[in-house]
């Protein structure tokens, strides 16, 4: 079976940073594309950065020119650089996995992780 758990979260002054990793376990990690989500309270969860299997990224314009996306496949890791980080990027941190290699509007994830807190505050 697959199993997603993140780490990295915390606490972190505005303009500050944090990495958030995501360890998979099962079979062809390297085959499927991965994303971050987040959620907060009163809001749907929301997608924050995706990247496919060929390592091609995608991110929310709030986190553009911010956030980092990447992915280690020898390590089965996904990682997520969040630098400059704002009050409002306070959320709860999913770790998501595709079914595919790739991403299109009609795909959405089929494993998540337990998702790991992200407070940004001063």
């Known amino acids: 079976q697959v199993q997603l758990v993140e780490s990295g979260g915390g606490l972190a002054q505005p303009g500050g940073s944090l990495r958030l990793s995501c360890a998979a376990s099962?079979?062809?990690?390297?085959?499927?594309?991965m994303g971050w989500y987040r959620q907060t309270p009163g809001k749907q969860r929301e997608l924050v950065a995706t990247?496919?299997?060929?390592?091609?990224?995608n991110y929310a314009d709030s986190v553009k020119g911010r956030f980092t996306i990447s992915r280690d496949n020898a390590k089965n890791t996904v990682d997520l650089q969040m630098n400059n980080l704002k009050p409002e990027d306070t959320a709860v941190y999913f770790c998501?996995?595709?079914?595919?290699?790739?991403?299109?509007?009609?795909?959405?994830?089929?494993?998540w992780g337990q998702g790991t807190q992200v407070t940004v505050s001063s």
């Open positions: 998501a996995r595709y079914p595919s290699p790739l991403i299109t509007s009609s795909v959405s994830p089929t494993h």
């Open positions: 099962g079979s062809f990690f390297s085959l499927r594309a």
């Open positions: 990247i496919t299997s060929y390592g091609t990224t």
